[in-house]
């Protein structure tokens, strides 16, 4: 999605929301560095009661550094670090952005994700895989010691339902539990306070030991 001028006569400035749709790998590679979409949709041809596109919507939460110039012939065995998100069309071949052999031989890699992209093959109406990147880039600082702490320092994709129901699913979900101060331990509201009670709590036995020792041999 992006943002579109709509003028209007009661409105001097007004912006809307125009879909583009993407057909190709080269398209729906979106480097580092880019601008990218404020909206990432996969949809479905399918459609809700409102008329809507099922699909889903990518959110990455990514603030890493800068990988490796093009340039460098070692940056083939790492390709993938390019691309926030790349959507390719799904093939049993392509199992993985990388490969554990890579490291054998880095100018001529087992994998080199590149080519997922480059054979263009057309991405619409098709079975489709998400390839995201996401990390953070970390500097050392004084606050790290003894412990470096986790807020700030994180990335994340989100998957998220977008138009894929037709309303919240959550009010399907059963009828919830409200448990009053001082309830806790009441078996009529918490059934969990007392488990000895229930039918199908199972029957654990007390712990024995009979002094057993396993033996291990060495060969040298």
């Known amino acids: 999605h992006g943002y579109v001028p709509a003028p209007l006569a009661w409105h001097i400035n007004c912006s809307s929301v125009a879909d583009d749709i993407l057909t190709m790998p080269s398209e729906a590679a979106l480097r580092f560095g880019t601008k990218t979409p404020r909206y990432l949709h996969v949809a479905s041809n399918q459609t809700n009661r409102w ?6 919507r990518l959110q990455v939460f990514s603030n890493t550094g800068d990988h490796l110039p093009e340039s460098q012939a070692e940056v083939r065995a790492m390709s993938w670090a390019r691309y926030k ?8 071949l392509e199992e993985g952005s990388s490969s554990l052999y890579n490291q054998h031989d880095i100018w001529d890699p087992a994998v080199d994700f590149s080519k997922y992209i480059e054979d263009n093959e057309p991405i619409e109406n098709e079975d489709l895989v998400a ?3 996401t990390g953070f880039l970390h500097i050392p600082h004084s606050e790290d010691i003894p412990n470096t702490v986790t807020v700030g320092n994180g990335g994340g994709v989100l998957l998220q339902p977008h138009n894929y129901f037709d309303e919240d699913p959550s009010i399907h979900s059963p009828d919830g539990v409200y448990i009053d101060p001082g309830t806790e331990d009441s078996c009529e509201n918490n059934r969990m306070a007392c488990l000895a009670q229930e039918t199908c709590s199972p029957i654990i036995e007390p712990f024995t030991y009979h002094g057993g020792v396993l033996s291990f041999f060495y060969l040298t």
């Open 131 to 133: 390839w995201v990147t």
């Open 85 to 92: 998100v790349a959507i390719t069309k799904h093939k049993d």
């Open 51 to 56: 008329g809507h596109q099922r699909s889903y």
